[in-house]
């Protein structure tokens, strides 16, 4: 008895959902695929700039050959800060902070669609192999990219969805 209650709260409440839409509806040929795919990433200083153009035009690249249409313009931020200081004044531990500002620019009229920002970090471990702290604080900076990346994918693809 208590099942089948459940189980038709649980349908009323997804009836009530009737206004939700799939952000990518229509796969490769839907409105924001095809948004996505004529974006162009402008160039970013750095190698985190490298790292972030290459993350992001991978994610964005979804829907082939689509004439540009809007320029994501971003400004990176990223830092390394020392955190644990050990006794022999030493620091133990470090935070790597990704930040990203961004703008999606509509090549048509210049106007800026969306300015936003985002970011992430991440802890390293300094231990005394100094080309082990240098491997973990590149390793530290890929993935921060990629999660950036996917939060500004995921703000442009909203953007898009709402334009459409």
């Given at each position: 008895?208590?099942?089948?209650?459940?189980a038709?709260?649980?349908?009323?409440?997804?009836?009530a959902?009737g206004?939700?839409?799939?952000?990518?509806?229509g796969?490769?040929?839907g409105?924001?695929?095809q948004?996505?795919?004529?974006?162009?990433?402008?160039p970013?200083?750095g190698q985190s700039?490298?790292l972030?153009?290459?993350?992001l035009?991978?994610r964005?690249?979804?829907?082939?050959?689509?004439?540009?249409?809007y320029?994501?313009?971003i400004?990176?931020?990223?830092?390394?800060?020392?955190l644990?200081?050990?006794?022999?004044?030493t620091i133990g531990r470090?935070?790597r902070i990704?930040?990203?500002?961004?703008?999606l620019?509509?090549?048509?009229?210049g106007?800026i669609?969306?300015?936003?920002t985002?970011?992430?970090?991440?802890g390293?471990d300094?231990?005394?192999?100094?080309?082990a702290t240098?491997?973990?604080?590149?390793?530290?900076?890929?993935?921060?990219?990629?999660?950036?990346?996917?939060q500004?994918?995921?703000?442009v693809s909203?953007?898009?969805?709402?334009?459409?």
């Open positions: 008895m208590i099942r089948a209650a459940f038709f709260t649980l349908m009323l409440s997804l009836a959902c206004g939700l839409r799939p952000m990518y509806a796969g490769s040929e409105a924001v695929a948004g996505l795919g004529a974006v162009e990433v402008a970013i200083a700039g490298w972030m153009r290459n993350a035009r991978d964005l690249g979804v829907a082939g050959d689509v004439a540009t249409r320029r994501l313009e400004r990176l931020d990223d830092r390394l800060e020392g644990g200081v050990l006794g022999d004044d470090e935070r990704l930040r990203a500002r961004y703008q620019v509509d090549l048509a009229d106007k669609i969306l300015d936003a985002a970011g992430s970090d991440a390293i300094v231990v005394s192999s100094e080309y240098i491997a973990a604080e590149q390793t530290a900076l890929e993935n921060l990219s990629k999660e950036v990346a996917d500004i994918v995921r703000q909203l953007t898009l969805r709402e334009a459409s």
